[in-house]
């Protein structure tokens, strides 16, 4: 049974900086791209950034470039997502997800390349 469990989130003020990290009990770990979403209340769950399963290929959403960064340690099935100078509109339920085992990178920018969730941190961020 594949489980994923976040931490990390909290409430922060805008320009502050939180590391949310995610940790994957789930075979085949390093078969799977790895990806963050978030959910805001009244809006669509949102790809924020992803991760190949060697770690070479990342993706980000426009509104976190430069910003956000993912990385993933495969000798502790863990993924992380180091978010800075945070705004307001970052503010959302965020979760990690494992991407199919085997899937093709190009699948692992949207929600349906993922099979399995975590429950999600909320992050708040003030102005």
């Known amino acids: 049974q594949a489980q994923l469990v976040e931490s990390g989130g909290g409430s922060v003020q805008a320009g502050g900086s939180l590391r949310l990290s995610c940790e994957a009990s789930?075979?085949?770990?390093?078969?799977?791209?790895m990806g963050w979403f978030r959910q805001a209340p009244g809006k669509e769950r949102e790809g924020v950034a992803s991760?190949?399963?060697?770690?070479?290929?990342?993706y980000y959403a426009d509104s976190v470039k430069g910003r956000f960064a993912i990385s993933r340690d495969n000798a502790k099935n863990t993924v992380h997502l180091q978010m800075n100078s945070l705004k307001p509109e970052d503010t959302a339920m965020y979760y990690c997800?494992?991407?199919?085992?085997?899937?093709?990178?190009?699948?692992?920018?949207?929600?349906?390349?993922?099979?399995?969730w975590g429950q999600g941190t909320q992050v708040t961020v003030s102005s």
């Open positions: 997800a494992a991407g199919k085992s085997g899937g093709s990178w190009s699948l692992c920018q949207g929600v349906e390349g993922y099979d399995y």
């Open positions: 789930i075979s085949t770990y390093t078969r799977r791209c």
């Open positions: 991760i190949s399963n060697g770690g070479g290929g990342r």
